[in-house]
């Protein structure tokens, strides 16, 4: 199914944003689900402001949520749409070098997790 045009100028305009497409980027390239604090921790922005771009982007029908006991995870929501999947794969194209520090403090949050 195609999606409408309003659909798709709500998509974009969740995108516009630094932090919404920094969030939307580590999801797509660390594959794995994130939650709050972590993204508090990796990209260094206040609290308040991630809940709002993670509510935005949720709205926006890009990502979904899990809960699994006291921790709210986020991921890309899992879609056949063909629109998504061509957003998906132009925003990982992104270059890693813009965000290899962000890579580093997620990939040791993540390893922290385990332990």
């Known amino acids: 199914m195609k999606p409408s045009i309003e659909s798709s100028i709500t998509i974009f305009k969740a995108l516009s944003e630094i932090t919404r497409l920094k969030i939307i980027w580590l999801l797509i390239n660390i594959d794995s689900k994130i939650c709050v604090s972590e ?12 809940s709002r771009h993670l ?6 029908g890009i990502l979904e949520e899990s809960k699994e006991g006291k921790w709210v995870y986020y991921c890309i929501k ?19 070098e813009e965000m290899a ?9 993540l390893l922290s997790r385990e332990a």
């Open 101 to 109: 520090s962000e890579i580093k403090r997620c990939k040791q949050r």
């Open 55 to 60: 509510g935005l982007l949720k709205k926006a």
């Open 78 to 96: 899992n879609t056949e749409d063909e629109f998504m999947h061509f957003l998906q794969k132009a925003i990982s194209t992104i270059s890693k």
């Open 39 to 50: 993204i508090i921790e990796v990209l260094k922005v206040p609290q308040y402001n991630v």
